[in-house]
């Protein structure tokens, strides 16, 4: 049994999520899911996502990491750079409990959720 979908309600007009997932590899990335955006790795722990079509105005985005042993990614975190002008690209880098950039492994996940508006509010 699934349950309903209902529309998302938020305190910005027309906000749109995009929402992307991937797994880390011997210093690669693949996308699992995420229609419309490609992620590439650019250096160690940086990653970037780039739309096919510019997704709108930027509102802002957030990640949750995902492991299969779930003390391989304690202490990690992730930090967004700026979305590019025009629009298409946004990076963002995962660094360890140290402060020092960390590449996903295999069965090392993240996931980025990018929220976007068609309108100039």
């Not at 510019?54 to 979305?83: E, R, W």
Request: net charge negative; aromatic share 8%; proline share 2%.
């Amino acid at each position: 049994m699934s349950l309903d979908a209902f529309p998302v309600k938020a305190n910005a007009p027309e906000l749109i999520e995009h929402v992307c997932l991937a797994v880390g590899g011997a210093s690669a990335i693949t996308k699992v899911s995420g229609e419309g955006i490609a992620v590439s790795r650019t250096d160690t722990g940086d990653y970037l996502l780039t739309w096919s079509d510019a997704p709108g105005n930027f509102k802002g985005a957030t990640a949750s990491l995902q492991a299969t042993t779930i003390g391989d990614l304690a202490g990690h975190t992730v930090v967004f750079g700026a979305f590019t002008a025009g629009g298409t690209t946004l990076a963002f880098g995962v660094y360890n409990a140290a402060d020092a950039s960390h590449d996903l492994a295999a069965l090392e996940w993240v996931t980025v959720r990018v929220a976007f508006s068609h309108t100039g509010l």
